[in-house]
Nanobody
Framework: QVQVVESGGGLVQTGGSLRLSCVAS????????MFWYRQAPGKERELVAEITWSGDKTNYVDSVKGRFTISRDNAKNTVYLQMDSLKPEDTATYYCHALHHWISYSNYWGQGTQVTVSS
């Protein structure tokens, strides 16, 4: 059974930090590129950060560069999003997405974890 489960969200003040985790099971995690998306109320889902299956390449949306760091531990089937210097505009539900590096139709989504940054 495939599962993608996010955790680590919560309420934090402006300037604070959170670390999101996404644990995968039921598929070969090390063959999947991993992505963090977010969606704020009334807005479209936005790609925040991505990391390749091997972890050798990462990419970020401009608004989080220098503040967020994506990483992965293939031995633990886990991808992380370290979020520092949080701003109220980072408030959103954060989703983990797994996309097979070679088979694009093989992909899985998590249910999301809420991040709220108070001003």
């Amino acid at each position: 059974q495939v599962q993608v489960v996010e955790s680590g969200g919560g309420l934090v003040q402006t300037g604070g930090s959170l670390r999101l985790s996404c644990v995968a099971s039921g598929f070969t995690f090390s063959m999947f590129d991993m992505f963090w998306y977010r969606q704020a109320p009334g807005k479209e889902r936005e790609l925040v950060a991505e990391i390749t299956w091997s972890g050798d390449k990462t990419n970020y949306v401009d608004s989080v560069k220098g503040r967020f760091t994506i990483s992965r531990d293939n031995a633990k089937n886990t991808v992380y999003l370290q979020m520092d210097s949080l701003k109220p505009e980072d408030t959103a539900t954060y989703y983990c997405h797994a996309l097979h590096h070679w088979i694009s139709y093989s992909n899985y989504w998590g249910q999301g974890t809420q991040v709220t940054v108070s001003s």
